[in-house]
């Protein structure tokens, strides 16, 4: 009776360690849209003014689309960098974990 006391203790306190070793996932950010504001076409008859302020708002949002687009890119190639980290990580444990058992196997 003991034994089997023990048993339930020891598979009881395997079950805890189990799902304390599995993280929540890890929730990935999400990329929001560009913030800038695309000028409005003069109309045929525009006046000179009218077409100086288009051409003002349209450099303008072209500058914060290029600003949007670096901003973006940084993201995309951070993460590609943490993804390239974890697949390292995984392979670098993965071969730890052959070496060690090669090593084990060596011994008996």
């Known amino acids: 009776m003991n034994a ?3 048993f339930a203790i020891a598979l009881g306190a395997t079950a ?3 799902n304390a070793q599995e993280p929540a996932p890890v929730n990935m950010p999400t990329v929001p849209p560009h913030n800038c504001v695309k000028p409005e076409l003069p109309g045929a008859n525009a006046n000179n003014a009218r077409m100086r302020q288009f051409n003002d708002s349209y450099k ?4 914060c689309i290029r600003k ?3 901003g973006a890119k940084a993201l995309a190639d ?3 960098a943490a993804g390239n ?3 390292t990580e995984y392979n670098k444990l993965t071969e730890d974990i052959k070496a060690h058992n090669e090593a084990l196997n ?3």
């Open 106 to 108: 060596k011994q008996n």
């Open 4 to 6: 089997r006391i023990l």
């Open 78 to 80: 951070s993460a590609l």
């Open 60 to 63: 303008a949002y072209g500058e």
């Open 16 to 18: 805890m360690v189990v």
């Open 68 to 70: 949007y687009i670096e």
């Open 85 to 87: 980290n974890a697949v």
